[in-house]
């Protein structure tokens, strides 16, 4: 069952990016988009990788992450290459 957040184009699905939430529609996680916008892309230039998006889904996924960003700055570390690589001795 979905889980409807306060953000018109994010929601979270049981079974889906393990429930993170996600932009409606998709299987992009905004911890995806937050990731990049971490790395100094704009909403412009984020939309140029995933061209299916529009300019509304993306920005709402940015707001998605101020509005949370404990809780996805935690996300992006625990989803990080250095951290899977200690998590499972690589």
């Known amino acids: 069952m979905k889980t409807k957040t306060e953000h018109a184009y994010i929601t979270r699905t049981p079974g889906v990016c393990g ?3 996600i932009i409606k ?7 995806l988009i937050a990731e990049w916008y971490r790395k ?19 920005y709402d996924a940015l707001s998605y992450y101020h509005d949370h960003r ?9 989803n990080s290459e250095p951290h899977l690589k200690r998590a499972y001795n690589l």
């Not at 230039?45 to 300019?55: A, G, M, S, V």
Request: hydrophobic letters at 35%; one cysteine or more.
């Open 25 to 31: 529609g998709t299987r992009i996680a905004v911890r």
């Open 19 to 21: 429930g993170e939430p």
């Open 40 to 58: 100094g892309c704009t909403a412009d230039e984020i939309l140029e990788y995933y061209p299916h998006l529009d300019l509304a889904k993306i």
């Open 70 to 78: 404990k809780e996805m700055d935690k996300a992006i570390e625990e």
